[in-house]
């Protein structure tokens, strides 16, 4: 029996390998492997992404708590402490970092360039390995399917003759119990015999076709299993090819192994527990406390060249150049540090008068010790009077034994230092205040934080601004405890 090789005229009866065109699903798992290669990179590469945003997200948060921490009120190895943990967020950083450019510079071009080179596409479409394995299937296939197909004829064929048979049967045995038509009866038995006839040749046909398939049945195996190993062998390449860069992507983003990881925090814990209560209170004692410096009110006889010598210092002052690295004010609720320099204000320094006399310099090196000394220490408490002496160093004009229209100690003199400086330009704008602020001199303000008032002088160059609480209080307060209201 012939006819051409025909997968869809062949009825699966079964989900085994061995039915005709089970093989698709081996043929299929080669199409399967070069996706999972893209899957794979995919996923690389949004881990790779997540690497980076989180590098990224560490940085900035070291960054910004660094600067808070810095200008917080926090202070002395305790502030160390809190910084190390900005440190380990920046060097953790760098390790993520490196951990996504490992996915995607080594473990994702690995598996790219293997792909490439596993995987040859068609200008039809498809690959090419996908075609080897349709075609060598196939190939191993195709004469025990044919066979098949003759098979399922013969079975068809001997099952339809057997139908017959016993339909004649039945018509026979009917007609010998309703009638007495001896030539009727004749004609059904000869039909009868014919198709029992019939039957016995097409079961002769179907067993002998089966014959025949048993025996291409071994040649058929063994022919599917050597292509079927082929393919085998392919998928354990991919497999183990995976298994080994997995296990590169684990390294690669395993950083408990990293001893650079390691060092970080046995860093980080080191720093962390070298914080000492005892040494931060020192420090703030010597500093902020009791044990800081005082230059003690004396006893000074009053003479016309201390007056002069007290207008010239006044006016000397912002000149010292001396750096101002906090304001000291009551309570424990300070928005700078003194030991830090990210909210030093520096005095500018401005030459002396030409007209000054320099051998006063002499008179003077008594009195301006305590200035001097506090030039030398980083930190420094300023009072407010000093500052508004500073400000108004350009407007006081000098004087002399001649000039008694600018004695400073004349009640109507016009060059007095002690007036309230000229109206600056009127300002209104609201503010709110970051910090409690309680007022030293009576033309100071005192408010809490979150309290809200305007500001209707701009700044000095030392800090100070002029401000009116809603109670109607005007005076001055420190530009850095407040910030603008949006």
Known sequence: MSGSYDDSMIDVSSDSFWEVGNYKRT???VDDGNRLCNDLMNCLHERA?????YAQQLTEWGKRWRQLIEKGPQYGSLERAWSA??????KVSELHMEVKASLMGEDYEKLKNWQRDSYHKQMIGGFKETKEAEDGFRKAQKPWAKKLKEVETMKKTYHSACKEEKLAASRETNSKLESNNPEGQKKLQEKVEKCQQEVQ???ERYEKSLEELDKLTPQYMENMEQVFEQWQQFEDKRICFFRELLLEVKQ?????TNHRFQTIYHTLEDTISATDAEEDLKWFRSNHGPGMPMNWPQFEDWSI???RTLSRREKKKPSEGVTLTGISQTGSDQPVQPAKTSSSLTVPTKTAPVGSNPFEDDEDEEEDMAVEQQTTVNHISVNKDEIKTASSTEKTPDWSDEDTGGNPFSANGDGNPFEDEPATPVVSVPVRALYDYEGQ?????????????TKIGEEDDQGWCKGRLKGGQTGLYPANYVEDIQ
Do not use: P, W, Y
């Open 85 to 90: 943990l900005c440190t380990e967020a920046e």
């Open 49 to 53: 992404r997540i690497e980076k945003s």
């Open 441 to 453: 001199e009576q033309d100071e303000l005192s408010f809490k934080a979150g309290d809200e008032f």
């Open 27 to 29: 043929v299929k798992r």
């Open 201 to 203: 040749k097409t079961k």
């Open 305 to 307: 060249d201390l007056n």
């Open 252 to 256: 690669h983003m395993d950083l408990s």
